[in-house]
């Protein structure tokens, strides 16, 4: 076994050495080395090589066949079988060349068609709603200092030069800012305070002198797990047309219901059995439905797939009541099938919709205001919404994600491995304003009551605790495209190339063959060129590297994952992941629960969680009010709320504070509790006193669901000014349903210089 890695390690070093790859670090890192007992400053020089990699794959367009490049003059060489050789080496290098010439000009053609896409990727019925566009694939994409004759490449000073100075790239008129957050997670190029290139896959290129080509720049940020992300819904949104359904289904019931006993109660009396049987039946059906609503609607109590299953029968048999007492029924003069026909038929429709092909209604069951959520939710809302973001993990050769990745224990670790956040929201209801031109029934909004990420928060504190990394997040070891030398192979290779290709067309143009030194030269760049071509071909050396690459990562104490900033990078996923979810559902704003009603009220007083959240003004403070010893600022814009406003300002909308129902204003009977009135220094809110539990149309239905949950019982009309408590929020426009939302972005996405920040 030792004989076999030495081997392995030697072959390495050869086709390192074939590549003109010196010593160093990434020679030690092939030679299994134990560099981390070098100490920090080795550290710092691995750094800006762990990054994901995998085959050169072309996942933009399928490539056709170019034409090879034209045979040589016979003059060149007397040896046949050397021009033989020569001519199916270059031919099958064209071949390739031309393949990453298609691959970008198709990339460029489809970011001017569809900027802000991945070139079309995030248009395709199989994108997943969480993935957002990049910036940095467009302005890659629309570099002019490279050329079509060497394949689209630059070096990678030229690449770095690019990326620092402020943008001037248009796509359309989408200005293509790009941040080092972005630059720095891809793994392309990582910059210190003063601009110099410290990092990345640029860096390598530079020191082993290799030209950088677009395709390789492309095809890295196309692997970005944070443009490979998908959403989970463990909650109501899961089945988006349950309520609506069903509610049609309860009312036409309700009413067939009504019909038939008053009709009933004039024939026979209240005294019949059969009206008896009736009164019974519904009943049932107020205990059944009450129960339905709060395991379904505002989710207060536990989701149960066999209650909603026997929720569908308990319907069947009372309208089968009906059916087998027709005969009796019309000999009395009553129409049965005029009441039958129509509930059947929404019958059909809504047993459809609760069996929901089998499926759960709700994917968890812990999606519900369980004691342990308590703290985060404010109950009442007309559904309960539940996301989890994650990173997929498509491609284990890749990325380090799902092998080698490390991720601590979160809220859904048995359900989502790779989680990146969850976000609890809930649909209510806006109340009804001249300004909004709405009605009780018309404006709708989506608040979000909590907004985490286990990972960045357990991240966070390994930074802090970690000597190596200084606390800082821009420190830590990336493993995205971690497989530098696959892309450096293939980036040498295409040098190698044009070189070779230089110099036959420079001689066979001007002398029509190859003189002495022209044929050494030749033998020299063929030998170099072959060498690579084999060696990446194997892909031995690729593979080898990754899992060096992921036994440094796994050796290391801090966790690494992408969008760490809560402003910039996961937070605004999230609320940009919102915005999508609201133009998709009809519904009119998304926004933020304020701190005196959840994050403040109900958790621990932490001025982390005002500064994240803000209250109803969108703001962090409070007037006078000090918090973990420090003296809160009301004029400052809280984080969350500022990414609305900047949100507002792309989109042509406004954000601001409106008004939003504690319940369901169409249904009148609310089931409520008492609370503490939150005060913060000089300021009291007394719309926290009450918190609605649920909101039904009878009172019956009310009675039996406080008998359950406990709380008091009031009716409330819809305009009633004590239903509704403030929110800062964002509203939904027309174009935020047709414009892409950008997946990397600073303050108000007006940054110029992405060393400003």
Do not use: C
Not at 206 to 218: G, Y
Request: aromatic fraction near 10%; proline fraction near 4%; avoid cysteine.
């Amino acid at each position: 076994m030792a004989e076999q890695q030495k081997t392995a390690a030697e072959e390495r070093s050869e086709a390192l050495s074939t590549l003109g790859v010196g010593g160093g670090i990434l020679t030690a890192l092939l030679a299994r080395k134990p560099i981390f007992r070098t100490g920090k400053k080795v550290i710092k020089g691995i750094r800006g090589l762990m990054d994901s990699g995998k085959k050169a794959t072309d996942d933009i367009s399928d490539v056709t066949d170019q034409s090879m490049v034209s045979a040589p003059s016979k003059n060149i060489a007397d040896d046949m079988a050397a021009y033989e050789s020569l001519t199916k080496q270059q031919a099958a290098a064209r071949k390739l060349k031309d393949a990453d010439i298609q691959f970008v000009e198709e990339a460029q053609k489809r970011v001017k068609e569809n900027p802000l896409t991945l070139a079309g990727r995030n248009l395709s019925e199989r994108a997943d709603e969480s993935v957002h566009g990049s910036a940095l694939f467009d302005y890659i994409a629309t570099f002019p200092g490279m050329g079509r004759k060497k394949g689209y490449v630059a070096s990678a000073d030229a690449w770095a030069s690019y990326f620092k100075k402020p943008s001037q790239q248009k796509v359309g008129n989408i200005k293509l800012e790009i941040t080092r957050d972005e630059l720095f997670d891809t793994n392309i190029a990582k910059f210190d305070k003063d601009g110099n290139l410290t990092g990345g896959y640029l860096k390598l290129a530079k020191d082993e002198n290799v030209p950088v080509s677009a395709r390789t720049l492309l095809e890295m940020v196309a692997r970005n797990p944070a443009n490979n992300t998908g959403v989970i819904k463990i909650g109501n949104s899961a089945t988006p047309q349950l309520q609506p359904v069903v509610d049609d289904f309860i009312d036409t019931f309700e009413n067939s219901y009504a019909r038939v006993m008053s009709h009933v109660k004039k024939t026979a009396g209240e005294d019949s059995s059969f009206f008896k049987t009736l009164q019974g039946n519904i009943d049932d059906h107020f205990e059944v439905w009450m129960n339905f609503q709060g395991r379904n609607y505002g989710t207060y109590l536990q989701p149960n797939t066999q209650a909603d299953r026997n929720f569908i029968q308990t319907y069947r048999k009372m309208m089968k009541t009906i059916q087998d007492n027709k005969q009796a029924l019309e000999e009395t003069g009553f129409m049965v099938d005029d009441v039958l026909k129509p509930l059947n038929n929404k019958f059909k429709k809504f047993e459809n919709v609760v069996a929901n092909s089998g499926k759960p209604l709700q994917r968890d069951q812990n999606a519900y205001y369980s004691s342990t959520n308590d703290a985060y939710r404010q109950y009442g809302s007309e559904t309960y919404d539940n996301d989890i973001v994650f990173f997929k993990v498509s491609d284990p050769d890749a990325s380090i994600f799902g092998r080698g990745f490390r991720q601590p224990s979160h809220h859904y670790t048995s359900e989502v491995p790779n989680a990146l956040y969850h976000i609890r929201y809930g649909r209510r209801t806006v109340q009804k304003s001249d300004e909004l031109s709405g009605t009780a029934d018309q404006e709708k909004i989506y608040v979000v009551d909590e907004l985490q990420s286990d990972v960045h928060q357990k991240m966070r504190k390994e930074l802090l605790d970690s000597g190596v990394f200084d606390g800082k997040p821009e420190n830590r070891l990336n493993p995205i495209n971690a497989n530098f030398l696959n892309a450096l192979f293939r980036d040498r290779r295409l040098e190698k190339f044009n070189e070779i290709e230089d110099l036959l067309n420079t001689q066979v143009t001007t002398k029509g063959r190859l003189s002495k030194e022209a044929q050494d030269k030749y033998k020299k760049l063929s030998a170099e060129f072959k060498s690579i071509d084999e060696a990446q071909t194997s892909e031995a050396l690729g593979k080898n590297s990754l899992q060096v690459m992921q036994e440094i990562y796994r050796k290391n104490d801090v966790d690494f994952m992408p969008l760490f900033n809560d402003q910039r990078g996961w937070g605004a996923h999230a609320l940009k992941l919102m915005v999508k979810r609201a133009s998709n559902d009809g519904v009119d704003y998304i926004g933020i629960s304020p701190a005196e009603m959840v994050s403040l009220k109900k958790a621990t007083r932490k001025i982390k969680n005002l500064r994240f959240y803000g209250n109803a003004r969108g703001t962090a403070g409070y007037r006078n009010y000090t918090l973990n010893d420090q003296l809160t600022n009301p004029k400052q814009t809280a984080e969350l709320p500022q990414i609305l406003k900047d949100l507002a300002k792309q989109y042509n909308s406004e954000a601001k504070t409106i008004m939003v129902s504690k319940s369901d204003p169409k249904k009148p009977f609310k089931v409520f509790r008492e609370t503490d009135i939150f005060d913060a220094g000089e300021e009291i809110f007394t719309y926290t006193k009450t918190e609605h539990m649920g909101a039904f149309k009878t009172q019956i239905e009310a009675e039996k669901f406080a008998s359950r949950v406990g709380g008091g019982i009031k009716e409330m009309s819809a305009d009633d000014p004590d239903l509704y408590y403030p929110v800062f929020a964002l509203k939904i426009t027309p174009e935020m349903a047709k414009l892409p939302q950008k997946l990397y972005k600073s303050k108000g996405g007006l940054v110029v210089n992405i060393f400003k920040w």
